[in-house]
């Protein structure tokens, strides 16, 4: 899944090359992300696209020899005078007439190349951890007379030669983007351009060394440089292990520009370090940093919270709303703005609430993790992990809100974007930021093996360092649940314990349930308000906020006819929430089937026995109301396979069944065994809402 698709895409002839290009978004200013080395492709930009072209044109462009684009054997066709020209041939292509054109690494040499032969075309250059021959001093891992003073760096890039290539083209790969990305827990990142890598293969970059120069001597690359009639802005990582700084220094020092130094950072800030990245190229291409249309002295201003609230699944919503509720209580007045996805946006709309316009920039969540599944199996982990494109893009949603108006609370509820990049970006926290979520802990499933276990512990020790380093981005971090409700077990080798640590660093809310005792007290009541009868025996299959489940549903519709033989009177009622379309499924009779229910809670409370996912919210909402019910993890989700059946055993609550294991007959078999059978679950805590919006009040 793609945060941004492309809204056109295309091949430039270009000297018997053909180029590929892909377009995004429009507007008066263009962006021409230029390509690196031909390693990769034009997906190095990807957390670029999403944001930028939500503020301008935006044209990427794959390099020769990888992506879309030819790969020529002739080290001719390679030269950076070649690659210039394929930036002009596809401004031609796109009925571009000039653009501001940002450079990575080999990428800015040639944008500079372009824009200094084509001045009338280019607004302005961006040159990104510029690679140009000769500017400094090289690294003493890459000068060969020098290599004493870091031989394993020196012996690394030793592998930089076309022998090593043909030899062990991953192996080298895989050094190389390890090395351009030295900060910690790059794993992604690394694993991205690996990827992209080997796409190509060794013959190409070969064929791109192999290139004659196109500006022979460093007086000629030093005038031509002095020569550029644009505005220019260099970004330029202290800890660049490919180009050293001095290089970014002499390119701004020649062009005149502006040098911004990224200390800590490699030779990938695009990659590695979006937000900054994305903020600073949108400034250069307005000129500015846009001003508030609007100014208020700060005791004049109303309390504003902006809310969001996590759309895999609807509980946290209505958990969330519980608390807010809570909130105005203690703070009357306090204004809440929503940035929220479907479907959690429908429940909020249908509440009243106030879903902030922004929203609709977000990229879709809940779709990237139904692309994920398989069936009843969805490794969330390695979901979410895949999901950085659309997590980036997000986040700089959330970024422009909160720069554009002032908050004095920020509430993530299992906002992983925003947690993240504000731990990553810590300056950018202009609020009061207060965290929830209901686990604590990445896990590896059996599925994933040991390199899962490595990266959930990776993932584990940058979260605990996040933590650690800067304890005042989180002002609240609050755990909706009970110490009890933390699993056992470590967050990975060498790290610490999982209770413990989280004993230190949460509050404890007790469980939310998201509605108040009240709506389910009177169970007579809502089963005569639904138009059950006293001796109907009704099973109710919900399956939650995403299409995910889908699968679980028709099990249950397959299960009916030998469950109805079972159980007289049994009635099934199948609500499939809000991204399903309830036609897509063939009911038998005595079934009924509905789309999204805003009062679910009210279905399952009256019912003799509910058959669901291994979601934590409707499994503790069937706990609070004392009902059977029969829970069907999804294989693979960490959360739903470990966190929840460690919480339900707690309660003693709901009977936990594998996906294989609901054939027909055996799922029959369940329903007859638990319907309407007596339960004595622990009670579940009814002032968990109360509790945390006290938390939260105390943050204004």
Same mark, same amino acid.
């Given at each position: ?6 809204d056109?895409?295309?091949w430039?002839d270009h000297d018997?090359?053909k180029?590929g290009y892909?377009v995004?978004g429009?507007?008066?200013?263009t962006?021409l992300l ?8 034009a ?9 930028l ?9 794959d390099?020769?020899g ?5 790969r ?10 070649a ?6 041939a596809?401004? @031609?292509?796109a009925?571009? @007439? ?6 990575? %690494? ?8 372009a824009a ?14 510029p690679?140009?021959a ?14 004493e =003073?870091?031989?394993?760096?020196y ?10 290539w ?19 827990h ?5 694993? @991205? ?5 080997l ?7 070969i =064929? ?5 120069? %196109?500006?022979?001597?460093?007086p000629?690359?030093?005038a ?6 644009c ?10 292990r490919?180009?050293p700084?001095?290089?970014g220094?002499r ?9 911004v130094?990224?200390?800590?950072a490699?030779h990938?800030p695009?990659a ?5 990245v ?17 100014w &208020?002295r ?16 609807l ?8 608390i ?10 306090v204004?809440v ?7 959690v946006t ?11 316009p ?9 779709r ?5 599944a ?13 999901m ?5 893009a ?7 809100l909160?720069?554009?108006?002032r ?7 299992e906002?992983?974007?925003?947690d993240?990049?504000?731990h990553e ?11 929830l979520?209901d ?13 899962e276990?490595a990266?959930t512990a ?8 996040h ?7 989180r ?32 509050d404890f &809310?007790g ?8 709506d389910?007290a009177?169970?007579?009541?809502v089963?005569?308000?639904?138009g ?17 489940? !889908?699968?679980l ?17 049994l ?8 991204r ?18 805003p ?6 409370a ?7 996912q291994?979601?934590l919210?409707t ?5 609070a ?8 993890p999804?294989?693979?989700?960490f ?7 460690h ?10 069944i ?15 065994e638990?319907?309407g059978?007596t339960v004595?679950?622990?009670? !579940?805590?009814? @002032?968990? =809402? ?6 939260l009040?105390?943050?204004?």
């Open positions: 899944m793609r945060a941004r698709e492309p056109a895409e295309g430039v018997g090359v180029v892909a995004y429009s507007g008066d200013r962006v230029a390509p690196s080395w031909l390693v990769v492709d997906r190095i930009w990807k957390l670029q696209v999403a944001y072209s939500r503020h301008f044109r935006v044209i990427t462009v390099p020769r990888n992506g879309r684009s030819d020529p054997a002739d080290p001719a066709a390679y030269t950076d005078r690659h210039a020209g394929d930036l002009v596809v401004l @031609d292509a009925g571009v @007439d000039r653009a501001t054109v940002v450079g990575l %690494s080999r990428g800015a040499w040639r944008a500079a190349l200094s032969e084509h001045p009338e075309r280019f607004t302005g250059l961006v040159a990104i951890a690679r140009v000769g500017l400094a001093p090289p690294l003493p891992e890459r000068a060969v007379f020098d290599f =003073a870091d031989r394993e760096h012996e690394g890039w030793q592998k930089y030669n076309r022998h090593s043909r030899r062990d083209y991953p192996g080298f790969v895989e050094w190389f983007f390890a090395t351009l990305l030295p900060e910690p790059s794993t992604k990142q690394i694993e @991205d351009c690996v990827s992209w890598a796409e190509t293969g060794p013959e190409a970059l =064929a791109g060394e192999d290139a004659p120069e %196109s500006v022979p001597g460093l000629a690359v030093e031509l440089l002095r020569g550029l009639r505005p220019v802005l260099v970004i330029h990582g202290e800890d660049d490919c180009v700084i001095g290089v220094e390119f701004a020092e020649l062009t005149g520009g502006r040098l130094r990224m200390a800590g490699g990938l695009p590695r370090h979006p937000v900054p994305n903020r600073w190229l949108r400034d250069f291409v307005t000129g500015s940093t846009p001003a508030p249309r609007r &208020t700060a005791l004049d201003r109303p309390r504003r919270v902006l809310y969001l609230s996590s759309p895999i699944g509980g946290h919503a209505r958990r969330d709303l519980a807010v509720a809570e909130l105005r209580r203690l703070r009357p007045g204004q703005d929503w940035l929220a996805q479907h479907p429908a429940l909020l709309s249908a509440r009243g609430e106030h879903v902030h922004a929203s609709r920039w977000l990229a879709s969540e809940s990237h993790m139904e692309a994920e398989h069936g009843h199996d969805l490794p969330a982990f390695a979901a979410i992990r895949r950085d494109e659309i997590l980036a997000n986040f700089m949603v959330f970024a422009d909160a720069e554009q108006r908050y004095d609370l920020w509430v993530g509820d906002a992983w974007e925003v993240h990049f504000l970006n810590p300056e950018l926290k202009t609020a009061a930021y207060a965290w979520t686990f604590v802990g990445w896990l590896p499933t059996a599925g994933g093996g040991p390199a276990a990266l990776d993932h584990n020790a940058e979260m605990i360092e933590i650690e380093r800067f304890p005042r981005v002002d609240r971090a609050l755990f909706v649940g009970d110490r009890e409700d933390i699993v056992a077990g470590v967050f990975g080798p060498g790290l610490p314990a999982i209770a413990g640590w989280t004993e230190r660093h949460y &809310t469980y939310v349930t998201g509605f108040p005792p009240a389910i009177d169970r007579p009541a089963r005569a308000e639904l059950w009868g006293p001796h109907d025996r009704v099973c109710v299959v919900a399956v939650g906020g995403t299409a995910v489940g !889908v699968h549903l028709r099990r249950a519709l397959a299960a009916y006819p030998s469950a109805a033989r079972q159980v007289p009177g009635r099934m009622v199948v609500v499939t929430g809000p399903l379309d309830p036609a897509e499924l063939a009911a038998p009779p005595g079934v009924e089937v509905h789309g999204y229910l009062d679910l809670h009210r279905l399952l009256a019912a003799d026995l509910a058959v669901v291994g979601g919210s499994t503790m909402e069937l706990t109301a004392g009902r059977p019910f029969l829970y069907v999804l294989e693979n989700h959360e739903q396979q470990s966190h929840v059946p919480r339900l055993a707690r309660y003693g609550a709901g009977r936990r594998a996906f294989a294991d609901t054939g027909p007959e055996q799922l029959a078999r369940a329903v007859a638990e319907i059978r004595r679950y622990r009670p !579940v805590a009814t @002032d968990g =809402a109360a509790r945390a919006a006290r938390r009040a105390e943050l204004f």
